[in-house]
């Protein structure tokens, strides 16, 4: 093997680790994206609440368990007589300089019927 055959494969080994690496962090800003909808979805969804409970919501669950993964997330939540839907879009943190991964979840549920 020589010099330049061994630096090449360790250049290769960084970048599949790097992309590896903002592969992870994409997945746990998507995943807490889609937690944070849903909780604001049901806080949303109940007789007597607003879209801005929904809203108080989401921002809470994204700041307990994105943190810093997500950022500039931008949370929206529209209540109507029948359905509530939340729409919460970021970016993931970059790894990689100038690569910043798009995170965007909508969740759109029914309104609980007054009984």
Known sequence: MTTIE???GLVMMFVLLTLGVQLVVWGIAAYGSRLAADHA???ARV?????????????????GTVGRK???PQVTVARTTTTVTVQIVGH??????GFEPVVGVTVTVPVEPAT
Do not use: F, K, Y
């Not at 993931?92 to 300089?97: F, H, L, Y």
């Open 70 to 72: 997500l950022r500039d």
């Open 92 to 97: 993931a943190q970059p790894v990689i300089p």
């Open 41 to 43: 979805a049901q806080a």
């Open 6 to 8: 061994a630096t090449g």
């Open 47 to 63: 007789h007597g609440a607003t879209a801005a409970s929904g809203h108080a919501e989401a921002n809470l669950i994204l700041a």
